[in-house]
């Protein structure tokens, strides 16, 4: 049973598409977030929802926005999507807000044509 | 100067080895470390945690801390090809829900 799922794993879309991610934790963890990772791996945090409230709201583009319709759902939509959006995206949850212990999905990769 | 530095390697050693990963960091106040392990096309898992100074083990891992000289460091010994993958360290302050992440070591076990 997996603790973190992602869907969908893998995304071939052109530029100016909008797109979204989905990510489900069944944990009954409180705090869930977004990650981008490049290709040199450097993971950057995107976003992150507390008991369905946003706590973590980096410098990204609004063309991205989260969702989070309850505390094991978080969502990513992407607005009039970019090369440089091209990346692979976890979704990750803690059981605490402020945890190191984070388990993470297994990514989608998103690649923009 | 990135907060967190981190070797992106790729570090390759003949199974056997003892392994040592590393990294620096410029931020006095972080006080919880971590390394997290990611295979290919995978997820990263967390590994080790350690709050603050000194070392901490488990199994054919080692955690250690030196606040001092901002540095932390990961040995695996005994390696296995099946440790082949990117570790990266993590850090944050006490109070502070944010982690500040290294770029990844990636690690090449040769049978």
């Known amino acids: 049973d997996t603790a973190v799922s992602q869907t969908p794993k893998y995304l071939v879309t052109q530029m100016g598409n909008d797109k979204s991610i989905k990510c489900e934790q069944n944990l009954g963890h409180d705090t869930m977030y977004w990650y981008k990772q490049d290709s040199k791996k450097f993971l950057k945090i995107m976003f992150s929802?507390?008991?369905?409230?946003?706590?973590i709201n980096e410098t990204v583009p609004n063309r991205f926005s989260p969702k989070s319709p309850d505390k094991a759902h978080l969502n990513l939509h992407i607005n009039s999507l970019e090369l440089g959006d091209s990346a692979v995206y976890f979704c990750?949850?803690?059981?605490?807000?402020?945890?190191?212990?984070?388990?993470f999905g297994e990514g989608s990769r998103l690649t923009v044509l | 100067q990135k907060e967190v530095e981190q070797d992106p390697g790729p570090l390759s050693v003949p199974e056997g080895a003892i392994v040592s990963l590393n990294c620096t960091y410029s931020n006095s106040a972080f006080q919880y470390f971590m390394w997290y392990r990611q295979y290919s096309r995978k997820g990263p898992e967390l590994l080790m945690y350690t709050y603050s100074s000194g070392n901490k083990e488990d199994g054919r891992f080692t955690a250690q801390v030196d606040k001092s000289s901002k540095y932390i460091s990961l040995f695996i010994r005994d390696s296995q090809p099946s440790d082949s993958a990117t570790y990266l360290c993590?850090?944050?302050?006490?109070?502070?829900?944010?982690?500040?992440w290294g770029a990844g070591t990636k690690l090449i076990i040769k049978p």
């Open positions: 990750a949850s803690s059981h605490l807000r402020g945890s190191g212990e984070l388990f």
């Open positions: 993590a850090m944050s302050e006490d109070s502070n829900y944010q982690l500040i």
């Open positions: 929802y507390n008991n369905k409230e946003l706590i």
